[in-house]
């Protein structure tokens, strides 16, 4: 999808660290404004060919005082100024702009972390909507402080501490917020963007998912020859599925799909999803079982990027002999490869400003982004790569994909492989898992909670403990039960089941599941902790 053709006016965040960062990027799409995120180091022309109507500073774990601190490219404030462009920075973004701009920035007197009230001192722009004295709820997380002000910028809210709030310029069109809007903890956050992008920045909003359809349809049968054949890689998972029923809906019967048994699934994956895919889908789907293919090369194996690269580089060698097969039968060799990538896959598979990287620190490579081998063949068409979870299961409704299967809980790429923590074939780590897990999800269903969680899986220790079981002493291995709620997968908190539930279904493992003798729930949110385990 071109950006450019969005029927939105476009606000570009230049990412300089935050852990929040992707939720400016949220916050905002969910005012049918379209909204893009890459690296606050990029260079000018990276930003200005996107032609951004505004454009978000975020913040970050610097100091604008650190000789290796992050900026904006040289120029970006007088191009800013020339093309009339709204500039918002947050926390960091806003020290970076006082600094910049000739203030000044000082080590603060009193740190800031947390929730704090803050007191409206201006009613004009980005609080033109508030009455002076206003007082509101907000999350600091800030140590320096803007101590003197560029020429033109006017204080317009300070936090009951005295500290600078919130700062602007209306003629330069340069606004800060110290706080985090972006987050619940700040309760008003979202109605202060809301006025901030409409009333202020006048933006125009047209960022719905019927367009972002008509578009992706466009470019790929641009992208795509009339007598070009393509591969799509299924997984299972909702996904690969909307993106191959989108690619399917372009092209016809030029999309050849291939699901692979890499001996990674969950228990009875392969039987159910071809069910699905032959009787409501109607994808045309070939199936490959490459179980020994993918678990002898896996052998031995513990490191988890290791996996991930071994597992990726399996696919691409699956993909490549089965466009052989195609070119035999059709005359002509695919040339396209459908995947289901992420926005969020391409946020987390990025490197951050001020760490040696040029952007947000590589969380693990996805096998769809950063996973792949430098020599594939097929040339890559991923229409879901600027869309959120929530976004992709909106589009798959319009394509009418069956409700139940947009429901489905993400499974990883490199599937139970990065669920056995290890390696995947000691210890016969993959059956057991596989029944715990069964266990773990069907007992979540019957409870009737399954679309309150995000996520749920088990997870295969590379630990054994001593337990008692038939009044016999056992030495078993140790299973970790999983389960998290969020909006798009890039932070999420811990699922608080009934006590009574997590009694049945950990009595229900140990007496069905022999070989394991204790079960544990991870309570961690992201962060600190990923969602899955590897």
């Given at each position: 999808?071109?950006?450019?053709?969005?029927?939105?006016?476009?606000?570009?965040?230049?990412?300089?660290?935050?852990?929040?960062?992707?939720?400016?990027?949220?916050?905002?799409?969910?005012?049918?404004?379209?909204?893009?995120?890459?690296?606050?180091?990029?260079?000018?022309?990276?930003?200005?060919?996107?032609?951004?109507?505004?454009?978000?500073?975020?913040?970050?774990?610097?100091?604008?005082?650190?000789?290796?601190?992050?900026?904006?490219?040289?120029?970006?404030?007088?191009?800013?100024?020339?093309?009339?462009?709204?500039?918002?920075?947050?926390?960091?973004?806003?020290?970076?702009?006082?600094?910049?701009?000739?203030?000044?920035?000082?080590?603060?007197?009193?740190?800031?972390?947390?929730?704090?009230?803050?007191?409206?001192?201006?009613?004009?722009?980005?609080?033109?909507?508030?009455?002076?004295?206003?007082?509101?709820?907000?999350?600091?997380?800030?140590?320096?402080?803007?101590?003197?002000?560029?020429?033109?910028?006017?204080?317009?809210?300070?936090?009951?501490?005295?500290?600078?709030?919130?700062?602007?310029?209306?003629?330069?069109?340069?606004?800060?917020?110290?706080?985090?809007?972006?987050?619940?903890?700040?309760?008003?956050?979202?109605?202060?963007?809301?006025?901030?992008?409409?009333?202020?920045?006048?933006?125009?909003?047209?960022?719905?998912?019927?367009?972002?359809?008509?578009?992706?349809?466009?470019?790929?049968?641009?992208?795509?020859?009339?007598?070009?054949?393509?591969?799509?890689?299924?997984?299972?998972?909702?996904?690969?599925?909307?993106?191959?029923?989108?690619?399917?809906?372009?092209?016809?019967?030029?999309?050849?799909?291939?699901?692979?048994?890499?001996?990674?699934?969950?228990?009875?994956?392969?039987?159910?999803?071809?069910?699905?895919?032959?009787?409501?889908?109607?994808?045309?789907?070939?199936?490959?079982?490459?179980?020994?293919?993918?678990?002898?090369?896996?052998?031995?194996?513990?490191?988890?990027?290791?996996?991930?690269?071994?597992?990726?580089?399996?696919?691409?060698?699956?993909?490549?002999?089965?466009?052989?097969?195609?070119?035999?039968?059709?005359?002509?060799?695919?040339?396209?490869?459908?995947?289901?990538?992420?926005?969020?896959?391409?946020?987390?598979?990025?490197?951050?400003?001020?760490?040696?990287?040029?952007?947000?620190?590589?969380?693990?490579?996805?096998?769809?982004?950063?996973?792949?081998?430098?020599?594939?063949?097929?040339?890559l068409i991923e229409p879901l790569k600027l869309l959120f979870k929530d976004e992709v299961r909106q589009l798959g409704r319009i394509l009418r994909v069956p409700?139940?299967?947009?429901?489905?809980?993400?499974?990883?790429?490199?599937?139970?492989?990065?669920?056995?923590?290890?390696?995947?074939?000691?210890?016969?780590?993959?059956?057991?898992?596989?029944?715990?897990?069964?266990?773990?999800?069907?007992?979540?269903?019957?409870?009737?909670?399954?679309?309150?969680?995000?996520?749920?899986?088990?997870?295969?220790?590379?630990?054994?403990?001593?337990?008692?079981?038939?009044?016999?002493?056992?030495?078993?291995?140790?299973?970790?039960?999983?389960?998290?709620?969020?909006?798009?997968?890039?932070?999420?908190?811990?699922?608080?089941?009934?006590?009574?539930?997590?009694?049945?279904?950990?009595?229900?493992?140990?007496?069905?599941?022999?070989?394991?003798?204790?079960?544990?729930?991870?309570?961690?949110?992201?962060?600190?902790?990923?969602?899955?385990?590897?």
């Open positions: 999808m071109d950006p450019k053709a969005v029927k939105s006016d476009l606000v570009l965040i230049l990412d300089f660290g935050s852990q929040y960062t992707h939720l400016i990027t949220r916050r905002i799409r969910s005012l049918s404004i379209f909204s893009l995120c890459i690296s606050g180091t990029s260079p000018l022309s990276s930003v200005t060919s996107l032609n951004p109507k505004v454009v978000i500073l975020s913040g970050g774990p610097h100091s604008v005082h650190s000789d290796d601190s992050p900026s904006f490219a040289d120029g970006f404030v007088e191009w800013a100024q020339s093309n009339g462009v709204f500039v918002l920075g947050i926390c960091y973004g806003l020290q970076l702009i006082v600094q910049k701009l000739g203030g000044e920035v000082r080590v603060g007197e009193k740190q800031e972390y947390g929730r704090m009230e803050i007191e409206v001192k201006k009613s004009l722009g980005i609080f033109g909507g508030k009455s002076v004295g206003d007082r509101q709820v907000v999350w600091m997380s800030h140590g320096d402080e803007a101590a003197r002000l560029p020429n033109g910028f006017e204080v317009v809210a300070r936090s009951q501490q005295g500290a600078v709030a919130a700062v602007e310029d209306q003629e330069r069109r340069f606004y800060g917020l110290q706080y985090h809007p972006e987050v619940t903890h700040s309760p008003e956050g979202m109605e202060t963007l809301r006025y901030f992008l409409f009333d202020v920045c006048g933006v125009n909003a047209g960022w719905k998912m019927e367009a972002v359809m008509d578009e992706e349809i466009k470019v790929i049968n641009n992208t795509v020859e009339p007598d070009d054949h393509v591969i799509c890689a299924l997984s299972g998972g909702v996904d690969s599925t909307v993106a191959a029923t989108l690619v399917h809906k372009a092209i016809g019967d030029r999309l050849h799909c291939v699901f692979v048994d890499n001996g990674l699934l969950r228990y009875k994956e392969r039987e159910r999803v071809m069910e699905t895919f032959e009787r409501d889908l109607h994808l045309p789907v070939t199936c490959v079982d490459a179980t020994d293919q993918f678990l002898s090369k896996l052998k031995g194996v513990v490191d988890p990027e290791m996996k991930r690269k071994i597992i990726g580089k399996e696919f691409i060698c699956i993909f490549d002999a089965f466009a052989q097969e195609l070119e035999h039968k059709l005359g002509k060799r695919p040339v396209f490869l459908v995947q289901g990538t992420l926005y969020p896959d391409v946020i987390e598979s990025c490197p951050p400003p001020g760490t040696g990287r040029t952007h947000s620190h590589t969380i693990k490579s996805h096998h769809n982004v950063g996973g792949l081998p430098k020599d594939m063949k097929l040339k409700e139940p299967f947009l429901k489905r809980h993400p499974f990883p790429g490199p599937g139970l492989a990065v669920r056995v923590l290890g390696d995947v074939t000691e210890f016969n780590a993959l059956d057991i898992l596989r029944q715990v897990d069964e266990i773990f999800i069907q007992s979540i269903k019957d409870a009737g909670i399954y679309d309150s969680i995000w996520q749920a899986f088990a997870v295969f220790l590379p630990v054994k403990s001593v337990g008692v079981q038939g009044d016999q002493r056992t030495h078993s291995h140790v299973v970790a039960l999983r389960a998290v709620t969020s909006q798009d997968g890039m932070t999420a908190d811990w699922y608080n089941f009934e006590h009574k539930f997590l009694d049945d279904v950990a009595r229900k493992i140990c007496n069905s599941v022999r070989g394991v003798n204790r079960v544990v729930q991870d309570i961690t949110s992201k962060p600190p902790s990923t969602i899955e385990w590897e």
